[in-house]
């Protein structure tokens, strides 16, 4: 599995920014994928997933509301739109992929940097 995450870059608070992610090497369609951020100086935390299959999504606290993933099964892609961005959410984020009924990721891209400037 390889997984290609783009569409970071510098944003200003309040704006949004849509990263997205390739997924090759097999179908997804039992993989749980997800975006996961890592701010400078913390440690990585969960953002959202979506399982491939059907659709279903979860969210963390911290961008729930703000955020939407979401996934288009022809391009093998899934996306996270950010909205009414703030500094805080500054990070380099990642997307990961794991097969359902495994207990953690264990697919990961490179990141891709957002920077939310105030």
């Known amino acids: 599995v390889q997984l290609q995450a783009s569409g970071g870059g510098l944003v200003q608070a309040g704006g949004f920014r849509r990263l997205s992610c390739i997924g090759s090497?097999?179908?997804?369609?039992?993989?749980?994928l997800a975006w996961f951020r890592q701010a400078p100086g913390k440690d990585r935390e969960f953002a959202a997933a979506?399982?491939?299959?059907?659709?279903?999504?979860y969210y963390s606290d911290s961008v729930k509301g703000r955020s939407t993933i979401s996934r288009d099964k022809a391009k093998n892609t899934i996306y996270l739109q950010m909205n009414s961005l703030k500094p805080d959410d500054t990070a380099v984020y990642y997307c990961?992929?794991?097969?359902?009924?495994?207990?953690?990721?264990?697919?990961w891209g490179q990141g891709t940097k957002v920077t939310v400037s105030s």
């Open positions: 990961a992929a794991k097969i359902l009924y495994e207990p953690s990721y264990n697919f």
């Open positions: 090497g097999r179908s997804f369609n039992i993989y749980t």
């Open positions: 979506i399982r491939y299959g059907t659709g279903a999504t």
